[in-house]
């Protein structure tokens, strides 16, 4: 049966092939491993001066199919609109690269990333790009899908929550009590070097705030505690980021009566966006074009939900090939940045 051309015209490699590599990618493997394995199965490695086949592991190949094929396949599961049930999570990751000139290391760009809920499972629901955690670089993020969702749990950075306030006005907002624990204490670790004075009141109290967290029958003395205790930063916390806790410990409602899509934290996100944390890392200092590192995002995304397929993505591309006369509708590496000045840095 006549399944669309087998490769794009003027291209050494079949559709599937690309599938196999566009999935390879999606999984977390390299452009050069990525590209390796392309050749190898295709026994299109590169004759040297003596006629012998040598490998190359040059990633360009795989890149350039990246960003020709990665919104084909990812066409056919993209989101266009935020989920109308359960919550919305959002998070980001920081990825940090080191300056050659310097030594030190600094933030080079950051992954937005939101998980939703699809017939109360768990789906990762958009990732991109962006150079800061700014609120107009999660407004045009919030901004890309249409609709809202009735609840979103995030972290208490005014970035994030004032753009959640001004995209989605009418949605609950919960900010995550891990990011709040985490932030109590980092201050009381803080307070406890800074401030010596303070050190034995600190230690008291540190190894109980997490039970502190589990709700209000625990929060209430621990809280007279605190302010007991003298500390003045810790009751200037509590005096403001801790009221949000009290008021959160008033909506959340009994743990055995609150569905799974209403979580009191974005752990659940960790799940998704830890392999990519883990896949990018190493080489974070090569990706410098934003809109080829979002493409590779869109196969993390599909592999993350399980979508990746390399029948489904074969299909998608033949068909895709089928309806421009076999050849790609756009060119390779038409996506680039301006010379010494990349679009992640």
């Given at each position: ?14 559709a599937r092939g690309v599938a196999e590599a566009l999935v390879a990618v999606g999984a977390g493997s390299t452009y050069r491993d990525a590209a390796l394995v392309a050749r190898e ?5 590169r004759a040297g001066p003596g006629g012998e086949l040598r490998f190359s592991r040059h990633g360009s190949l795989v890149m350039d199919w990246v960003e020709v094929f990665a919104p ?274």
């Amino acid at each position: 049966m006549h399944e669309g051309p087998h490769a794009a015209r003027r291209y050494q490699f079949v559709a599937r092939g690309v599938a196999e590599a566009l999935v390879a990618v999606g999984a977390g493997s390299t452009y050069r491993d990525a590209a390796l394995v392309a050749r190898e199965r295709a026994k299109r490695l590169r004759a040297g001066p003596g006629g012998e086949l040598r490998f190359s592991r040059h990633g360009s190949l795989v890149m350039d199919w990246v960003e020709v094929f990665a919104p084909v396949v990812f066409k056919a599961y993209r989101p266009t609109a935020w989920p109308t049930t359960g919550s919305l999570l959002l998070d980001d990751l920081p990825f940090r690269v080191r300056n050659p000139q310097t030594g030190r290391h600094r933030i080079a760009f950051r992954i937005f990333a939101a998980m939703g809920y699809e017939r109360g499972r768990a789906k990762l629901w958009r990732l991109e790009a962006f150079t800061s955690k700014s609120q107009p670089d999660w407004e045009a993020f919030l901004g890309a899908l249409s609709g809202a969702p009735p609840r979103v749990v995030c972290d208490n950075d005014h970035g994030l929550t004032n753009a959640v306030g001004a995209r989605f006005p009418d949605a609950e907002l919960y900010l995550c009590e891990w990011h709040l624990r985490h932030a109590l204490e980092r201050l009381m670790g803080k307070l406890r070097t800074e401030e010596p004075q303070h050190q034995e009141a600190i230690d008291e109290l540190l190894p109980d705030v997490e039970a502190a967290f589990t709700g209000p029958s625990f929060w209430a003395p621990f809280l007279e505690r605190c302010h007991v205790a003298g500390i003045p930063r810790v009751s200037e916390w509590l005096n403001s980021t801790g009221r949000i806790v009290a008021d959160q410990f008033n909506r959340r409602g009994p743990r055995a009566s609150r569905p799974a899509d209403m979580p009191l934290s974005t752990s659940p996100l960790d799940g998704f966006i830890n392999p990519i944390r883990a896949a990018i890392g190493p080489r974070a200092y090569g990706l410098k074009n934003r809109e080829r590192t979002n493409r590779m995002l869109m196969l993390m995304q599909l592999h993350a939900n399980h979508h990746d397929d390399v029948h489904a993505y074969t299909h998608l591309i033949r068909e895709w090939l089928q309806g421009n006369q076999g050849r790609p509708g756009v060119d390779r590496r038409a996506v680039a940045d301006t010379r010494g000045a990349p679009s992640l840095r």
